[in-house]
């Protein structure tokens, strides 16, 4: 699941709320918040904007 939300965020190509990914996706919102959890942990996404999320350079 962590792969398919960094290439939405990839797709879309700026920083997206939780919210755009869980539309875009058609999953659960609580798999996707599991996914984001586990990316911030890892360093694989970073926050430019309060709430909005883009893939670590």
């Given at each position: 699941?962590?792969?398919?939300?960094l290439q939405i965020m990839?797709?879309?190509?700026k920083?997206?709320?939780v919210a755009e990914v869980v539309?875009?996706?058609?999953?659960e919102r609580f798999v996707?918040?599991?996914a984001f959890k586990e990316?911030?942990?890892e360093q694989l996404i970073?926050?430019?904007?309060r709430c909005?999320?883009?893939p670590a350079k």
């Open positions: 699941m962590k792969e398919e939300v990839r797709e879309l190509g920083p997206v709320t539309k875009k996706s058609g999953q996707i918040d599991r990316l911030k942990a970073v926050s430019p904007i909005k999320w883009e």
